[in-house]
């Protein structure tokens, strides 16, 4: 009871500090320098995906990455060869910088469509992972709808949810690295088709000591102080996610030195697996890879559209 009963004052005195934090500007990833500031990653998919991933040299070549005419950065996947022997071409980019806490400003114009066999992510991560530990922001597979949100540490690691909206459905309160922590959102135009239907918009990410919380805002209605450059997460109401520490893990031994990550991968540890129980998709037949091989042309909105990737800083208090 002692313990409950310091930990919640700890807890409290945190997310006090949370909601006065200034935010400054740090670093800004954009057309100007996004390809020479991320890393191609063309290695095997940890996530056993039917996926090759390309360097860039490669994916300029073959029109997979690159800054298009209006400014944004487009990330795409092979949309012409059929049956492909290592797998559908695409796309993993990994920033050099690494990062512990701060605000995650990311404006996104597309993103992959709910599309069979499709696995995307918008993530971080640690070092010799999962020691120091994942945040998934933006992931989902086949035809999804709406964005899972999820964290993954090294050992069981109990995270709570913390005031977010009444529509997130918590999954789990336990971390791992197999499974994680997840919470699922209820809104059906943050992630996917029904994303790109609305043009997109911002998905910010506050990462502190006392909580790792996820907002989603609409194009047509992202935050001033957002778009003046001066982000004020104490004003945006409730989170879609929210992870605040238990008694058994704290975050700030859990996370540290991200990368920031964007991938589209197939079929694998997810998308394959659960390819049976989606009606829709396993009506194109039992095999996910099968699928994947066959019909390169219904991955043509199997793409990234970004504008910018802020981090910010805060302030110390």
């Known amino acids: 009871m002692v313990r409950s009963t310091i930990l919640t004052a700890i807890a409290a005195t945190l997310l006090g500090q949370v ?25 095997p998919d940890p996530t ?48 050099q910088k ?3 806490k701060g605000l995650f400003i990311a404006d996104i114009a597309h993103m992959p469509s709910n599309t069979c066999g499709v696995w995307p992510a918008f993530w971080t991560f640690g070092p010799n992972w999962p020691v120091s530990g994942e945040i998934d922001i933006i992931e989902g597979v086949n035809t999804q709808t709406e964005n899972s949100i ?3 540490t090294k050992n069981k690691c109990q995270m709570l949810g913390h005031s977010t909206l009444a529509s997130t459905f918590v999954v789990s309160e336990e971390c791992n690295a197999l499974t994680g922590c997840g919470q699922q959102s ?7 088709d029904g994303f790109n239907a609305i043009g997109g918009g911002v998905y910010a990410m506050e990462w502190t000591d006392a909580r790792i919380a996820i ?48 991938d589209t991968t197939f079929c694998g540890n997810w998308a394959g ?45």
């Not at 995906?49 to 944004?72: K, W």
């Open 19 to 43: 909601a006065n934090a200034t935010y400054n500007l740090d670093t800004v990833f954009d057309a100007s320098n996004f390809f020479q500031e991320f890393t191609h990653f063309n290695q």
């Open 48 to 95: 056993q995906g039917f996926v090759e991933y390309v360097d860039l040299p490669t994916a300029q070549n073959a029109g997979l990455s690159a800054i298009r005419q209006d400014g944004t950065i487009y990330m795409g996947v092979d949309t012409t060869t059929y049956n492909p022997p290592n797998g559908r071409r695409s796309v993993r980019v990994e920033s």
């Open 98 to 100: 690494t990062f512990t």
């Open 150 to 152: 999820t964290l993954h």
């Open 186 to 192: 209820g809104d059906n135009q943050n992630y996917g």
């Open 215 to 262: 907002w989603f805002f609409p194009r047509h209605s992202i935050p001033n102080d957002i778009t003046s450059g001066n982000p004020a997460p104490s004003g945006w109401g409730q989170p879609s996610g929210s992870f605040s520490p238990g008694q058994t893990c704290d975050i700030t031994s859990a996370f540290k030195d991200h990368k920031i990550v964007f």
């Open 273 to 317: 697996e659960v390819w049976a129980s989606n009606a829709e998709c396993s009506a194109h037949g039992p095999s996910c890879k099968d699928y994947v091989a066959s019909n390169p042309k219904d991955f043509a909105e199997a793409y990234w559209s970004i504008n910018s990737v802020k981090v910010y800083k805060a302030q110390p208090i």
